[in-house]
């Protein structure tokens, strides 16, 4: 195991330094005023695996904040993993805002059993400015750890604004009718100069409930209501401006491989 484990890190170290030479591409002058979703690490226990996905959500939330004043955004993406190695790409686009979002992200996962530890880079490419970005991620997932309960715990750090953020969750998931799953989770983020000129330390807490269907064996849509709360909003700060209290809706497809 020891060997595995070496070899992985070996991987991400050496994909880490390909890519670092993006962090040169920062504009100086450019403030990231569109905090950004991450590409997740799934559970790429199967040798191979593959996600798309296409849906909307009515407003554009991260780290607790509403990022583009009550406009909703597209979102496109797609996910793969090969045994331990995990990559995606993702796209968002706001109908009623000139905002355009890239991503491209790369990491390793490990297994502990019902435990799961990952670390993986994500480049980032924004129309506002425009600004480039470059992050490191690092997480652990415990699933089903007791009547169906997960959770989980992230932390990404920004060379842009040289700051990191944790968000903290955990999930009730369940089955019920007509080939639907449900999902409860609740949330609290906290920053720690991800957001620049904004308060450090708990600013959000939230709920989140979602409802999956499946269609075919491959393919199932869902819907999501999240709602979440400003904690500490420093309206002195600009960085706290859009960190508001919010309820927002979202619908997606997902088609699996």
């Not at 790409?89 to 799961?116: C, D, M, R, V």
């Not at 992050?135 to 040289?162: M, P, W």
């Amino acid at each position: 195991m020891q060997s595995a484990i070496k070899i992985k890190m070996k991987f991400l170290w050496a994909m880490i330094l390909l890519c670092f030479p993006f962090r040169e591409l920062l504009p100086n002058d450019a403030e990231p005023q569109f905090p950004v979703e991450r590409i997740s690490a799934h559970d790429y226990k199967k040798p191979y695996h593959m996600d798309f996905y296409a849906g909307f959500d009515s407003l554009y939330f991260s780290e607790g904040r509403d990022n583009l004043q009550n406009a909703g955004i597209g979102i496109g993406s797609i996910e793969m993993g090969y045994k331990f190695i995990y990559m995606g790409a993702w796209y968002a686009n706001s109908p009623k805002k000139p905002y355009q979002e890239g991503q491209l992200g790369f990491g390793i996962t490990h297994f502990f059993n019902e435990w799961k530890a990952y670390l993986g880079t994500t480049f980032l490419w924004m129309s506002a400015n425009p600004l480039q970005d470059y992050e490191i991620q690092s997480g652990v997932h415990g699933s089903n750890l007791f009547y169906n309960i997960s959770l989980d715990a992230d932390i990404y750090y920004s060379f842009f604004s040289q700051g990191a953020y944790l968000l903290l969750s955990a999930h009730l998931l369940w089955d019920w009718f007509w080939q639907t799953t449900w999902t409860v989770t609740v949330f609290s983020g906290q920053n720690y100069h991800y957001v620049p000129d904004a308060h450090t330390g708990l600013d959000s807490i939230g709920s989140r409930l979602e409802m999956e269907r499946s269609i075919t064996e491959h393919f199932s849509w869902l819907i999501h209501i999240t709602n979440s709360f400003a904690i500490h909003k420093n309206t002195a700060k600009p960085g706290d401006l859009p960190l508001r209290n919010l309820v927002y809706v979202g619908l997606g497809m997902i088609y699996s491989l």
